[in-house]
């Protein structure tokens, strides 16, 4: 099976769409201090909670679904946060990782919803 240059632009815009969000995320966040005390452990998995009932709902298939749109954008945040920390793991879980995740929380709702809608 050949990859074709058509594929390879579908691949990075996708990348580049879903890190330019997470990014958007700590952009929006430095722009507003007043949000930065919401931010934080717990109101973060109250949030997650939230994110993989609405995508179940919004997808109309099973709670699986859900759990898998949040594990996507889990991942895609742990590696950021490691390699913008220069590889070193007690970094990992810093302010600016709440902020790109949420980009990247609100990134998949957008486009759950645009694909149950077409």
Same mark, same amino acid.
Request: charged share 10%; glycine share 8%.
């Given at each position: 099976?050949?990859? $074709? ?6 691949? /990075?815009? &996708?990348?580049?769409?879903i890190f330019? /969000?997470? +990014? ?8 507003? =201090?007043?949000?930065?005390? +919401? ?8 949030? &997650?909670?939230? +994110?993989? #009932? #609405?995508v179940s709902?919004?997808?109309s298939k099973? =709670?699986?679904?859900? #759990?898998?749109?949040?594990?996507? =954008?889990?991942?895609? /945040?742990?590696?950021? /946060? ?20 949420? $980009? ?6 957008? &486009?759950?919803?645009?694909? &149950?809608?077409?």
């Open positions: 099976m050949n990859i $074709g240059f058509a594929q390879i632009v579908v691949i /990075s815009v &996708s990348f580049l769409l330019g /969000s997470g +990014y958007l995320g700590i952009f929006l966040f430095k722009q507003n =201090p007043k949000l930065k005390k +919401y931010v934080n452990k717990k109101n973060l998995i109250i949030l &997650s909670l939230i +994110y993989i #009932i #609405i709902f919004i997808a099973s =709670p699986a679904f859900g #759990i898998g749109a949040f594990i996507f =954008p889990l991942i895609i /945040s742990i590696i950021n /946060s490691f390699f913008r920390n220069k590889l070193v793991l007690k970094k990992t879980f810093d302010e600016k990782f709440y902020h790109f995740f949420l $980009g990247v929380l609100a990134f998949g709702l957008i &486009s759950t919803t645009i694909g &149950s809608l077409t």
